[in-house]
């Protein structure tokens, strides 16, 4: 199995507080993206990092920030969380080599195990 | 834009029945990897399998196999002999496009 690991895996917080979430990975892997997963909306993708501090947003970046200092962490952050961020956060990573006709890496994703973000 | 798109949001099937469970995408990609992914109700996602879209054979793994029409722009995913434990949620994706399916859940019947 894929090394990583996120933090903390279940939180409870008030409106109004910031709240970071932890993707931890072993596999050396350049990218590495964080989702949310809400009912009927499958999963949407947060943002997500090409490379140490090379990051981009993705389709639901408002209201979330992003950094990763490191090629092993990558860190999500809500400045002031809403209850419309109540969600499952899923961090998740992959490789890709060149694209080419036979020689490029699959793009797997490999997931973390999720964490339950409340926001009351 | 690009985009997938499960059309079936829920599904039923009996025990040891076979079902198809659709998936059509759009992307401008020539080259491209399309995954199927299953979450069961534990939350985790795994990956099924895989089609390249340069792969002239349709994938196969165990009991999961892909109805890839590339000129569609299809990938359906075909689980044979269904189980109690096929239950769960199925996504069609194509990470590098960063492009995921609303999903398609599934429920096997005894």
């Known amino acids: 199995d894929a090394g990583i690991t996120q933090s903390p895996r279940h939180k409870v917080t008030e409106t109004g507080t910031p709240v970071t979430l932890r993707c931890h990975q072993t596999e050396n892997h350049r990218y590495m993206y964080w989702y949310r997963q809400d009912p009927g909306h499958g999963l949407r993708l947060i943002h997500y990092s090409y490379g140490v501090k090379d990051t981009d947003k993705g389709e639901v970046s408002d209201g979330y920030s992003v950094s990763r200092s490191k090629t092993e962490d990558f860190l999500l952050t809500l400045e002031s969380a809403t209850s419309s961020q109540t969600s499952v956060y899923f961090c998740?990573?992959?490789?890709?080599?060149?694209?080419?006709?036979?020689?490029?890496?699959?793009?797997?994703?490999?997931f973390g195990e999720g964490s339950r973000l409340t926001v009351l | 834009a690009q985009k997938i798109t499960q059309t079936q949001p829920g599904m039923f099937v009996q025990e040891k029945e076979a079902v198809t469970l659709d998936c059509t995408y759009d992307t401008s990609d020539q080259s491209y990897g399309l995954f199927w992914y299953k979450q069961p109700s534990s939350g985790e996602m795994i990956f099924l399998i895989y089609q390249g879209s340069y792969d002239e054979q349709n994938a196969t793994e165990g009991r999961y196999s892909l109805n890839f029409q590339k000129a569609r722009k299809s990938a359906n995913l075909v689980i044979s002999a269904s189980q109690l434990g096929d239950s769960a949620m199925y996504f069609c994706a194509i990470p590098r496009n960063l492009i995921f399916g609303k999903g398609t859940k599934l429920s096997v019947k005894p």
């Open positions: 998740a990573i992959s490789d890709f080599s060149d694209r080419g006709k036979t020689s490029w890496n699959t793009g797997e994703l490999f």
